[in-house]
């Protein structure tokens, strides 16, 4: 049995990132950048207007008060999307909308709030300021310019600049192709009647919103039944079409636990198989080929811990994700209350943290049994209480781990 520390080295040490590919702008969101991205135009592509008004020359304009305006002759109208078809010369101005390009000669947009039409006129109540309320050509970026580095994430705002930039596709690190294996004689999806000694299967259900909270669909097998063909057939086929296969249930020591076996039947090589740790002890990871292979135990509230703590970081630097970025934002609180515990194994709580005036404290919640998800509903950390601590006092510092849902997760 390894600690926990050295479980999460071992898995992470593992994974490479996969093999870039070349997306569709729309395809890549929430993807990693595998090369630098360069812009295919200036950007703004052309100078515009800031505002809605008049294009105007500012030495036209520098005698106008609101007493005594100067008059210009209005010469056309330059909308967005519009190609002006004539320039502003002396005594001249373009009404002009914002985004519409400035004609030639102009070099400044009096705002319609300073301005009057009066036919073809146009009365100036202000002097204008050479280059105001202009957006102009490349001030943001130039046509060639690195707009996205390397191992950037594109996050909404990258996806706009890259459209805005003219990208139509970019060089991306890989989803992973994840398959989820629930087993269980006892197991039966939601929304079907329950016989006596069944259950509904709710691992799948949980391990797909967590995996979709990273941009990743996962393929979510019908429930296995405990039955060594049944799960060699379906473990056998994950392996050749899966970068990470996710197996629930069956890993312990149970007469009826026969999936590590199964693993072993299709050639997988066993990194680690227990942990330190409370919940999930019997957590299993292992490899065949291009495939990483996790067995998780199959209560619910350690199916899901496990996947926060070793398998969402394994996703993430696959998918290209810096390894600073990869696990749990990580904090110290001061413990409200007294918890109780054994020593010689790491234990995962389900908790609540706050900032209080005092600093971020946190509070153990009550059911923390492995089968209970209430308090894991509940929960917007886990509370990390080490293996070398023997019961631990109300007041004592320990670490957090903020779960990704959280509204406090920054």
Excluded at 64 to 72: C, G, N, S
Excluded at 76 to 81: P, Q, T
Excluded at 202 to 207: G, H, I, T, V
Excluded at 232 to 250: D, K, P, R, W
Aim: glycine share 8%; net charge negative; aromatic share 6%.
């Amino acid at each position: 049995m390894i600690s926990i520390k050295e479980a999460l080295e071992k898995i992470l040490a593992e994974q490479l990132p996969g093999e870039p590919e070349e997306q569709k702008l729309l395809s890549a969101s929430g993807c990693v950048l595998a090369g630098d991205v360069l812009s295919k135009v200036d950007l703004p592509v052309f100078d515009s207007s800031a505002m809605d008004g008049f294009a105007v020359r500012e030495e036209d304009t520098l005698e106008a008060t609101k007493d005594r305006p100067v008059r210009l002759v209005m010469k056309e109208e330059v909308w967005a999307g519009k190609v002006p078809e004539r320039g502003v010369s002396k005594k001249t101005c373009s009404r002009i909308m914002t985004g519409a390009i400035i004609p030639h000669g102009a070099d400044s947009v009096v705002i319609q709030e300073e301005a009057t039409l009066e036919d073809d006129e146009v009365l100036i109540s202000a002097p204008a300021v050479r280059g105001a309320n202009i957006r102009f050509k490349g001030e943001d970026l130039h046509k060639n310019d690195v707009i996205l580095s390397r191992g950037r994430v594109l996050t909404p705002a990258a996806m706009g600049l890259l459209a805005h930039a003219g990208v139509g596709s970019c060089v991306v690190y890989p989803r992973p192709k994840v398959v989820v294996i629930p087993t269980g004689t006892e197991l039966v999806k939601p929304g079907k009647p329950l016989k006596e000694a069944q259950i509904y299967d709710s691992n799948s259900y949980s391990l797909n919103a967590a995996i979709g909270q990273l941009g990743i669909e996962a393929l979510l097998c019908e429930p296995v039944m405990d039955d060594r063909e049944s799960i060699f057939n379906y473990v056998s086929h994950a392996l050749h079409m899966a970068t990470h296969v996710i197996i629930c249930g069956g890993v312990s020591v149970g007469d009826y636990d026969y999936n590590k076996s199964v693993l072993a039947d299709c050639d997988v090589r066993e990194v680690f198989w227990k942990v330190s740790q409370k919940p999930g002890r019997p957590l299993y990871y292992g490899r065949k080929g291009k495939a990483h292979v996790f067995g998780l135990p199959g209560n619910p509230a350690s199916t899901l811990l496990c996947f926060y703590e070793y398998i969402r970081p394994a996703l993430l630097k696959y998918m290209g994700y810096d390894e600073s970025k990869i696990l749990l934002t990580e904090d110290v609180a001061v413990l409200k209350e007294s918890v109780k515990k054994k020593a010689q194994r790491t234990e995962f709580c389900r908790a609540y943290a706050e900032h209080t005036a005092q600093g971020l404290s946190v509070c153990v919640l009550d059911k923390q049994g492995s089968h209970i998800m209430t308090s894991f509903v509940n929960a917007n950390c886990l509370a990390i209480l080490p293996e070398n601590m023997h019961d631990v006092p109300a007041g004592s510092s320990v670490k957090i781990h903020w779960l990704p849902a959280s509204p406090l997760c920054r």
